[in-house]
Nanobody, 123 residues
Framework: QVRLVESGGGLVQTGGSLRLSCAAS????????MGWFRQAPGKEREFVAAVSWSGGDTYYADSVEGRFTVSGDNDKNAVYLQMNGLSPEDTAVYYC????????????????WGQGTQVTVSS
C-alpha cells in the first residue's frame, strides 16, 4: 500500500509564507508526476500545482502562478510546495497527490492521495 503524508500546514497571516512537504511510504511505486490539490470549505477540490518527472516541467493553477513554487524528488517520491504571498483565499485543506497515469495532464488525473494538511490564512 502506498501512503502519502503531508506536513507543513498551519496558520499564517496575509502575505506570509508556508512550505508544504509530502513524502511517500509503503510499497515502492512509480509515478509520472506528483502535485498538490486543495479544497476550501463548501468548494470542490481544485488543482494547485504539479511537477512532472519527465523533464521536470511544472504546472500551476492561474490563481497561484507566481506565488507558489512546486518542486520534487522522484527518487524519494517526494514533492514540496513553497507558498508565498498567501491570502485568505488560499485557506483550504491541501492534499498531496501522485499519479501513475501516463496521460495525467489531460484531466489532471491523480490516483494516490494524502490525508491533507490544513492551511489557514488570517486577514
Amino acid at each position: 500500500q502506498v501512503r502519502l503524508v503531508e506536513s507543513g500546514g498551519g496558520l499564517v497571516q496575509t502575505g506570509g509564507s508556508l512550505r508544504l512537504s509530502c513524502a511517500a511510504s509503503g510499497r515502492r511505486f512509480s509515478s509520472y508526476a506528483m502535485g498538490w490539490f486543495r479544497q476550501a470549505p463548501g468548494k470542490e477540490r481544485e488543482f494547485v500545482a504539479a511537477v512532472s518527472w519527465s523533464g521536470g516541467d511544472t504546472y500551476y493553477a492561474d490563481s497561484v502562478e507566481g506565488r507558489f513554487t512546486v518542486s520534487g524528488d522522484n527518487d524519494k517520491n517526494a514533492v514540496y510546495l513553497q507558498m508565498n504571498g498567501l491570502s485568505p483565499e488560499d485557506t483550504a485543506v491541501y492534499y498531496c497527490a501522485a499519479t501513475a497515469v501516463r496521460s495525467w495532464l489531460t484531466k489532471y488525473e491523480f490516483d494516490y492521495w494524502g490525508q491533507g494538511t490544513q492551511v489557514t490564512v488570517s486577514s
